[in-house]
């Protein structure tokens, strides 16, 4: 069993802006705190996930991207709104078709 971050280590860490790595099993225990808002297939990287997060004191959910690094693992990356979020989900698209074209 992994013994990764508590929800409230997790939130302090994101609003602090830190991407925090997180084992899949430690993710599995923590993401019904996140509202999933987009499932993305890279097709080459596994899925994105756009997801509110929660911010400390109860303020308004923030964003972020859950990334699949390497299988069983999770890296999560706060940013500071959707259309941030998107236009690194673009990047990452663009550069997951260059890799596919060779």
Avoid: C, H, N
Wanted: aromatic share 4%.
């Amino acid at each position: 069993m992994s013994r990764g971050p508590t929800l409230a280590d997790l939130v302090a860490a994101l609003d602090a802006g830190r991407i925090v790595p997180l084992a899949d099993e430690d993710w599995r225990d923590l993401r019904a705190s996140f509202t999933l808002v987009d499932d993305i297939d890279t097709g080459l990287g596994g899925r994105i996930l756009l997801v509110r997060r929660p911010l400390p004191q109860g303020r308004r959910k923030g964003w972020a991207l859950v990334e699949e690094p390497r299988p069983g693992e999770k890296v999560i990356r706060p940013l500071a709104d959707e259309a941030g979020a998107r236009a690194l989900i673009a990047d990452r698209l663009a550069a997951y078709e260059r890799m596919w074209d060779g």
